[in-house]
């Protein structure tokens, strides 16, 4: 994932929107410690759109290049955002060859937060006589903003990451109509999800066919938000009784701890979900379930009986105490492996999905004879389809739209789309590339 950031100068304000981290195979990808390509001690404001990393993990570094402006972002963004920087800090703190534990410290994370203010969606800041700010509801995690800049009655939107609504918690992305220019993500431009009346009907029949199999059931996944909707999703079947009860682990100590940040949001989350709350208070919690947030806790798993559930952390199998799982139960028929998440190119599991037979995971070569299953409604992300209807909303203001943050075939196919199918003038910009807007 390309780490977003994006400068906006409108009279004689320098904005920046989000301050993301690049996020490959590693944290630490070199691109990440090139320079700001402007002076970060210029910059007045910074926006953040969510609190994912390749939106917000570059803060310590902008406060360690002398930024001392004011950070606006909801109030949901700024709680997972201090449990999301301190997990990055943890890692990439480690590293002394590039110099990474002089940025990413406690110190430059804790002045950040000294600067940082959290709104409530549609809350509007004046920043001068002629330009106005809100956050909208982006619907992709909690408390996840569309930034919108009204300057002299010209609509500016920083899309950030637009949510595959419905989603099991969120409200729906929030509908936009007046905007002249869009600057818009495309992590799904070129492919549709499956139907999202499907998935929980998926997620039921995975766990039951791996139950029958009595094998380990092993779910990579983000930490932040995929892990919630999941136990969200597994809260409603086990207390409807449409799966057996078996032990289910959530071994992941980031996504136990956002979990509780969670609970603290529920005015936050969709009617459904929080008419469901109505019923059973512990939303993200259920009979069978167990947060392994000690790593001996975590070795236990293995001498647990099957048939189990294991929900752990990274979403591409990238690092994290997934890996543990997948080179103990990748090799055995019986198990597994259930893909809710976007998978980058080469990651290993983008090529456990592409349905190799050996694949290396943290430095090993791993036999995958395990069953390999992907549900793409839980994605958190807009599909093509879905954001070409997002654009049609506005398709009478729009001057221009550019299309940014996914692989470059995804841009190129959404710019193509928008072009051909509503004749709207779309363009993929190039990165450090700066573009006039007339307002
Ligand atoms: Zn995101």
Request: charged share 25%; proline share 4%; glycine share 8%.
């Amino acid at each position: 994932m390309t780490g977003a950031n994006f400068l906006l100068e409108i009279e004689d304000k320098k904005i920046l929107i989000d301050c993301g981290l690049t996020q490959g195979f590693k944290l630490a990808d070199d691109i990440n410690w090139d320079p700001f390509p402007y002076n970060a001690k210029e910059v007045d404001i910074l926006f953040l759109t969510h609190a994912h990393v390749d939106h917000l993990g570059r803060v310590p570094k902008l406060i360690h290049e002398g930024f001392r402006g004011k950070i606006y972002s909801t109030k949901p963004t700024k709680s997972l955002a201090l449990l999301m920087l301190e997990d990055t800090a943890e890692i990439l703190g480690k590293n002394t060859d590039l110099g990474l534990d002089k940025i990413y410290t406690i110190e430059n994370i804790k002045l950040s937060f000294s600067l940082w203010e959290g709104l409530e969606y549609h809350q509007k800041i004046k920043i001068t006589e002629n330009l106005e700010v809100t956050f909208l509801n982006a619907g992709h995690i909690l408390g996840s903003a569309m930034v919108l800049f009204v300057y002299n009655g010209k609509s500016v939107l920083f899309t950030g990451d637009l949510g595959n609504s419905p989603s099991p918690i969120l409200p729906d992305t929030e509908k936009v109509t007046n905007v002249e220019y869009l600057i818009m993500e495309s992590v799904y431009g070129d492919r549709n999800h499956e139907s999202k009346d499907d998935r929980r009907k998926f997620l039921e029949e995975t766990i039951e066919d791996n139950y029958k199999r009595k094998g380990t059931l092993i779910i990579p996944t983000f930490s932040l938000e995929r892990s919630q909707e999941l136990l969200f999703e597994l809260n409603a079947l086990v207390e409807n009784n449409r799966i057996p009860v078996m032990p289910i682990f959530l071994d992941s100590p980031l996504a136990i701890r956002l979990t509780e940040v969670f609970k603290q949001f529920k005015s936050y989350f969709n009617d459904r979900a929080q008419k469901a709350m109505s019923h059973d208070k512990y939303l993200f919690n259920f009979p069978g379930l167990h947060n392994t947030l000690k790593s001996e806790e975590s070795k236990m798993i293995g001498n647990v009986p099957n048939p189990k559930i294991v929900i752990a952390g990274s979403g591409m199998s990238t690092g994290g105490r997934v890996v543990h799982h997948e080179r103990h139960y990748l090799p055995d028929p019986n198990n597994t492996l259930l893909l809710t998440g976007y998978q980058t190119v080469g990651a290993p599991g983008r090529l456990i999905q592409e349905g190799v037979k050996t694949v290396r995971i943290s430095g090993e070569d791993v036999v995958v004879r395990a069953h390999i299953v992907t549900i793409t409604g839980y994605s958190g992300h807009r599909d093509s389809d879905g954001l070409l209807n997002f654009v049609e909303d506005m398709q009478d203001t729009v001057k221009k739209v550019f299309v940014v943050m996914g692989e470059p075939k995804s841009a190129m196919f959404l710019v193509q789309k928008l072009r051909d199918n509503l004749g709207i003038d779309a363009r993929a910009p190039e990165q450090g590339e700066s573009v006039s807007l007339v307002c």
